[in-house]
């Protein structure tokens, strides 16, 4: 994913890329039930890859993401070069997308299964994470 930060005093202002990585903690109870193919798991891996696939990477992964205040102000024409352009409504920045992250993966997961934490690494040593129970009840 690439993206550009509008405004950023650094090199970030400019189009950049990451190769992000996205980690993902549940909580529920294992399932009790030895007749059951997902016994003892809270949800199957594949399941939650399926899911995060779908939501997440297949949207986000070669795309450029980019604030939509600069919309008007990026030429970017139908160009193919441009053909997975994702625009947001906020700075794209790490902090930004793992809480947008969260917002799309959130509905997706069962109702039994609540999603606990997320970790998104922009790089080896740069990362944002969002914990559930930080959050201020609505």
């Not at 399926?50 to 997440?56: E, G, P």
Request: aromatic share 8%.
């Amino acid at each position: 994913m690439a993206h550009a930060l509008v405004g950023h005093d650094g090199p970030c202002r400019h189009i950049h890329g990451h190769s992000y990585e996205l980690c993902i903690t549940l909580k529920g109870q294992p399932k009790n039930d030895p007749r059951s193919s997902k016994n003892g798991m809270v949800m199957d891996f594949g399941e939650l890859n399926r899911i995060v696939k779908s939501a997440l990477i297949d949207r986000f992964d070669h795309a450029l993401v980019l604030n939509d205040a600069v919309r008007d102000e990026i030429p970017l024409g139908g160009r193919e070069l441009f053909a997975r352009t994702i625009w947001v409504e906020f700075q794209p920045t790490t902090e930004n997308l793992l809480l947008y992250f969260v917002e799309i993966l959130r509905p997706l997961l069962p109702s039994d299964i609540e999603l606990y934490s997320l970790k998104l690494s922009e790089t080896a040593t740069s990362y944002a994470e969002w914990y559930a129970p930080d959050q201020k009840a609505d």
